[in-house]
């Protein structure tokens, strides 16, 4: 099969371990050495290293189908170090997938290309999701793992039935998600996910001995896993040790492979120099012949090239029959809409009548305690909603009854706990997006958005729609201090692109937030939400759905405006406090809600400009007052933090911090003057 | 020496097994139960679980003296799991912290009391740092140890020798960063380094089980630490495993202490509704008659009081050996300043001989490269820095000669390979900074600040300073595309109080910007710095540290001003070729070069109002505009960017995105008019 025979002693004996394996994975080497020289930019190392294991993977085990890349029954592929991005192009190029063509190749990491630095979810057909931030690979297969599984137990394994692979190396194993991803596999026992390791001993500062000497293995079996090792370059033993960890069920398994960094390259093989720099011409050249490649850059001959193809159809008869199946079941128009994110029928019911029984009977509650009155006929409606939290359920209230049933090892129910794991919560959740059919949703204290934080970012980036609800989201938290007190929070979230943060006031404000963020399948929502009771404020029954215009007047007092005190929140109360008295005192005052700045600043112009008005305007929020000079005119009109909290009471702290009516009032004045 | 016999037998068992032991920790006991049932906040369950552990270690082991708590060598005591915090307010009490009042431990929570809610770094002598974010005290620590270590070997073990004690909860192992923690000191073998895992089966949201069944025991010795198991109510068999623990000098060590939350408590023991809620009156009396404790509340009968102020000043005359053996050290000046913080003789002058360097033959440079350039001369001057990255030092340009010597289990070099690890990472430098004698700095890129924010943020709220190196500080980072370019950090990181952001634009301002940051010991300092080369534009030879104003003009075309071009950075260059084209066609035109907007909004008003004058401003910046209203009219005023980035070369980049001299120059155009 190899054209030529490797001229590399060592590569040859490799090679002879399955020649055909090896010939195969040349294909895949020879297009990311080409791909990186050709950008002057990239990885060759690890796709170098990695090729034979990827062979072997998609060759003989990884179900899909080049021709129907959105079947949804088909294996996931992860790329958990996603530097290594060559490889998976060049597989997906290989294989026969459209979109992935030689051009794109040749234009890897360039302007407008589909085949960026880092796979990104979105650009191809394949591209499962994006990688590249460490770690997070394995935490959102973790999800995709999670979501198979709670998928078939509803549809039955004729309908949901497959495996998510990834592939990753030493940093996403050192990096802490990792460690949460591979600690909640192993809790839940989640059989169908298979993680093959590329431990090349090499990391960007050198050798890995310079900062990492556990024994991974050891490590995961002591977290439950089924683990393995294997010689990486050996496509025999990869395909056994694939085949015992698809055998067994019952846990996650790891294979360790032993492996080359930039194996077939004489002078730069098993060294980090190989890492994340190009080959080179004269390098490229020298390894190709090492390996026995003859063919010209970017070219495949064609007899690989054929039988590549046949490995991207090779799921094709797998595909039909289920095809079948799906047709000719039951199940297939609810099956057909959860996976495309339709909402079902019923839904709106459920809202309109969860609105209307707020403006029957309005109530004073937390945000968080609304949320949670707004979740009980939400997830009622919807049975693709999938709660949980970071361990503080009792605090975030997350747990309704239609989701009162904990996900275990035994049984996946639609409440999942999952530890004190903020960062391996938010990026599980994003794979259980990026998998189809849930919507999932997790709590966690609104401070610990920090330790998530990349993982809301990859939502974002992304374009799904995970759902982030947030507790505790000021000082109001009390006397847990400020290590547990947001400030700078709500400011750091509305600053990442493509994310809507909401920050409702009231209960028909939480209703109308969670209608929004369960409708955006294509965005990621984040809703703030209070400890502390707050009034409704929102008494006047209608059917429109204000909290989506990210901004409006909730109270009027008096024609005109001498000033619009703007309010998020549990401070949206003490805005309209403040308001009554000015207006008492002869001034006009507009007092505009603001749930979601995002959602406001996508309002039509003269609608924008209406809200907020010509007069001084005052910002009221229990937060930083980063960013609010977007919409008054200096940090002087924000009455807000400009420090850390402290752990008190919390009236002593919205007191002390002269977060108060009476701070309003004396400003408002002074603005009026 | 227990006053009464424990009424409960379970009890009377437990407390048979060393029953003076019990009869301390019960003091410890009772004042959680008093102090969290006056705050009607709070959590009493582990405080009641961790007291006889707390006490073998304190009467036994750990090496303090309550009446000189600065002492140098004393051991460090961290309590990961900080909402344990009355544990430790009712040790420091015992022990006769002189400011851990009885007072204090009766106002737990409450406005001006330093009895947080969490141990806050900084409100009471004994608390070595800030903990609550799980997971980071653990971190923390192991930067504690490595900072004793390295001193150490500088000073020699008559001066430091020392241990670091954790006591954790199962919220620290979960954490990902616990993770980091373990296995960087596992890697390093820090010996002296010695866990008491709390391991009650109980978390939040239930029992472990819920979300957490791993052999934590096994998974740390898969990562080389040194592990035991006991009886965490066994005060003779704590007492063994502490000293088996501090025996194994090579590596870390774990204990592993089975113990039941809430422990006394009749009806709460063993249940998660004794973690984070009071006991109440009739829980608490019932509490106490079981564990044979009839005192009233807040008072300690006599005889145990003495007992525990024995054991306060049980450190003394160790302490006492101590200060003579550093009156008599050679290295008494030295190591004197070291610990003191202060800089030696010598500093000022390498900073102005590099400063004259630069001036003398300017230099177009990386801004990340002229951080390696400024690095040079102060790491040789300050023997107390120690750098470091997370896996990224060729990238990062951390390592320089006088730092050349990395730190290995063998020996503790000055250069830290801190794995892919960088929340670990922040952590540990953070505990490097609080154990003193060293300013410690690291490096990873600026987009994986989000993997490390909470630390951060630990810094500026504890108020020391660490110093972060972030690098690839834009979408100049070029081809490794969305995943890995910064757009709102450089928002986010402001939005932090207490943190300085530095992004120099030049040699002399990066220079400039490290001279703050080591000069900042009480603040800490991120300095954003790029991948791409930027001309010098600091030519005028002079000694004032203009980057310590936060801004101000660094050039002016013409006299007065048409517009006012603020820029950052690598965009501190475009906005000068951008006024140098502006006035060529007739404007004047001033350029402000911002470094630090902290720093610039602590200058006085009226530089602050010269600096940016009263023409029409225009910011550039490569990030997100979020934030930037505070200084110029409107996001439609600042050349930045509104969404993610891309995966293609820089110069295409920029381009693309408009961040480009001509965009400035339309921009003024239309504002001038």
Redesign the interface.
Known sequence: MPLDSPKDPAIAAKAALDPENFALANCVRALAIDAVNA?N??HPGAPMGMADAATVLFRNHLKFDAANPDWPDRDRFVLSN??ASMLQYALLHLTGYADMTIDQLRNF?????IT???P?YGHAKGIEL??????QGLAMAVGMALAERGLAAEFGSDLVDHHVYVMLG??CL???????AI??A??LGLGKLVVLYDDNSI????PTS???????P??L????WHVQSCDGHDGRALDAAIAAAKAETGKPSLIAMKTVIGFGSPNKAGSYAVHGSPLGADEAALTKEALGWSAAPFEIPAELAREWRQIGARGAAAREAWEARLAASADRAEFTRRLSGDLPAGYDAAVTAAREALFAAPKKAATRKASQMALEPLTEALPEMIGG?A?????NLTRVKAVDS?YTREAPGRYI????????MAAAMNGIALHGGFIPYGGTFL??S??A??AI??S??MGIGTIYVMTHDSIGL???????QP??HL??L?????LTVLRPADTVETLEAWDIAVRNRKVPSLLALSRQDVPQLRLEAGDENLTARGAYVIRQFGEGRDVTLIATGTEVAIAVQAAETLHAEGMTVAVVSMPSWELFDAQPEDYRRATLGDAPRIAIEAA?K??W??YVAS?DDVIG????G????ID??YR?FGITADAVIARAKALAG
């Open positions: 950008a930019s990239g996603g530097h990491r360039q302007w407008g290309a960026a630095g880092h990104e994006t990688t590249g931030p460490l770690g030493d940093g050192q990096e802490g998600i990792g460690q949460e600690s909640l192993g809790h990391t960007i500062d050198g310079v900062s990492f000497s556990e024994d991974v050891a490590r079996a002591a977290c439950g939290s361990d503080l359920t009792g605090s904990q706990g999952y530890g004190v794991r903020e960062f391996g401070v610990f920090d330790y934080r990349n970012r990859l974002a980036l009390g006397e847990d201090g400020p290590t547990h400030i700078e400011a750091s509305r600053a990442i692109p493509g930083g980063f960013g000079t977007r940090e933090m400009t420090g850390f402290a752990s008190a009471p002593r702290l002390e």
